[in-house]
């Protein structure tokens, strides 16, 4: 029972990343223990769901609809799609039961909105999603990280970094629900155009892959209605269970790779290095207006 509510757990000792022998157990006992970390900054978010029955190596599907055999207690929200035309019942994790349903419906990662609820128009976040191309790596995605963040100072915007927890990084300014996402996304194609004119070898912001000619690739199009990145602190369904890990800015300068934060040493990093991301929710900034209009 968890509160109050019998949330049955199935195919503990299934291995679902075979290389270490983690298996669905211990996902879901790592999503306990780490959800007092994550809880404030899901809640009344949607979700998408990527559903891996066994395990990473086997097929998987996407699923955004509740299925009909859902709980009752189960916490979700009917959003009008304008794409499909019909209402979507999305799941919310606003409790831990129903985190645990998702989890034990084998939902690796957790891929939720960027707005709420409660304003589903108005994001609460804007995010840069950084890729490494073809002919760049790890080091030149640190290098447009570190300039994105330098221009974002000049802004007098407070950025917060994480990995993607597979090749990218992921860097989030917390602002004011008071903009649509036609105004977030219009700030950071500006930001991103500009790292482009400063350093055209380096970066690129062309969606299409084969125009990159290998240069890391900054996209600011994530940043829609309906659209999902992997939280804070999220499993990915890679080889070593990497996770999408919280830095300080400082560590960009150091010597890691996003594969060396995962299943095995995520409770002894947050022990040593605290919950970076404490204060984000509280964050709320004003974005420049001559960028946004």
């Not at 970390?37 to 978010?45: E, T």
């Not at 409660?118 to 640190?142: M, Y």
């Not at 000619?213 to 900054?218: A, K, L, T």
Request: glycine letters at 4%; proline letters at 6%; one cysteine or more.
């Amino acid at each position: 029972m968890v509160e109050n509510v019998e949330v049955k757990l199935s195919n503990l000792t299934k291995v679902f990343w075979p290389k270490y022998g983690y298996t669905k157990g211990d996902m879901i006992d790592y999503y306990i223990t780490i959800y007092p970390y994550i809880k404030d900054f899901l809640q009344d978010r949607p979700l998408s769901l990527k559903i891996y029955p066994d395990g990473i190596n086997g097929d998987f599907f996407f699923q955004k609809n509740t299925p009909d055999h859902a709980p009752d207690w189960l916490s979700t929200v009917p959003i009008y799609s304008r794409h499909r035309k019909e209402s979507i019942n999305w799941v919310l994790i606003n409790k831990l039961s129903d985190l645990l349903w998702i989890i034990n419906r084998a939902s690796i990662e957790l891929h939720c909105w960027f707005s709420t609820i409660n304003q589903l128009e108005r994001p609460t976040f804007a995010v840069f999603d950084l890729d490494p191309g073809d002919h760049s790596g790890f080091v030149e995605l640190k290098e447009v990280a570190l300039l994105i963040k330098e221009l974002l100072n000049e802004l007098k915007l407070k950025s917060y970094l994480k990995t993607s927890g597979q090749s990218g990084l992921h860097i989030y300014i917390p602002v004011k629900n008071i903009y649509n996402y036609r105004q977030i996304k219009k700030f950071l194609k500006a930001v991103a155009e500009l790292v482009v004119k400063v350093k055209p070898e380096l970066a690129t912001i062309e969606w299409r892959k084969n125009k990159r000619e290998g240069r890391v690739y900054i996209d600011y199009r994530q940043n829609g209605r309906a659209k999902t990145l992997p939280s804070p602190y999220s499993l990915r369904p890679t080889k070593n269970a990497s996770i999408s890990t919280p830095l300080a800015w400082g560590e960009l300068h150091s010597k890691f790779r996003p594969a060396d934060f995962n299943l095995s040493n995520i409770t002894q990093r947050l022990a040593h290095k605290g919950d970076l991301w404490s204060d984000f929710l509280k964050t709320k900034q004003e974005l420049p207006y001559i960028l946004i209009n």
